[in-house]
């Protein structure tokens, strides 16, 4: 206790000074995904809080006016630890393959994540939550190894598109996933560190994607790894 009195404080008084005082950059950062949000998320199957944007201000006692720039981070292709509805999960091959290179497994529960394509209705509906600023698209190179890549476009429901994520978990179960599909690469990515590194193949997975909000692509593990896109 003598050692962590130093470090307590009135948490809304030193952000509001941090805030105020001399110019600096204020990072926060938050854990888990928009959809495990308590008021987001796919309920019941979400976490006990907030952890989209909002959580930020409702965490820390941080004003709405004073958040600048939101990153959001999305892999390359889609995870999920635990049950709930997941349109575009790969219970064949390819899930297993994205599981093992991808090293999915739950930190906590230590639990294989599901895995599956890339899910553009979520990505976009996460987007409309939190409004990013730009999109860190992580673990490209998990797909190196692909003859073909698949990604969800939209939700159909009895023939129909649904023009937006559904709320209703019983619709989202339903649901049938639009795929655009792409050739695979099948090169090495993990070297790459600039744009013109990446094979064309890639390149066009990620403009397909990045509908001008990725700035960053990660082909590996380091913080060398990360791609700057603009």
């Not at 008021?39 to 006016?65: E, K, M, R």
């Not at 639990?111 to 509906?125: A, E, F, N, S, T």
């Not at 490209?140 to 023939?159: F, R």
Request: aromatic content about 10%; hydrophobic content about 40%.
């Amino acid at each position: 206790m003598t050692r962590l009195q130093p470090m307590v404080r009135d948490g809304v008084y030193y952000m509001f000074k941090a805030l105020h005082g001399p110019p600096k950059n204020i990072l926060v950062e938050g854990a888990n995904a928009a959809l495990l949000d308590i008021d987001f998320g796919t309920y019941p199957f979400v976490t006990s809080s907030n952890c989209t944007v909002g959580g930020a201000c409702t965490g820390l006692g941080i004003p709405p006016l004073n958040i600048g720039d939101v990153f959001g981070v999305s892999k390359a292709y889609t995870t999920r630890v635990g049950i709930g509805a997941f349109p575009t999960e790969q219970l064949n091959e390819v899930g297993e393959l994205l599981q093992t290179r991808g090293h999915e497994v739950g930190v906590t529960t230590g639990r294989k994540r599901r895995c599956g394509w890339l899910d553009l209705i979520i990505v976009r509906y996460a987007h409309m939550i939190n409004g990013f600023t730009a999109i860190a698209l992580t673990k490209l190179d998990i797909l190196d190894v692909l003859d073909e890549i698949k990604v969800g476009v939209a939700y159909k429901l009895n023939g129909k598109r649904i023009p937006h994520f559904p709320a209703n978990m019983d619709v989202l179960h339903q649901v049938e996933v639009e795929y655009e599909t792409f050739p695979g690469w099948k090169t090495d990515t993990s070297a790459a560190r600039k744009w013109n590194d990446l094979p064309a193949k890639a390149q066009n997975y990620i403009r397909f994607i990045e509908n001008h909000i990725v700035k960053w692509v990660g082909v590996g593990k380091s913080r060398e790894c990360m791609i700057q896109m603009f």
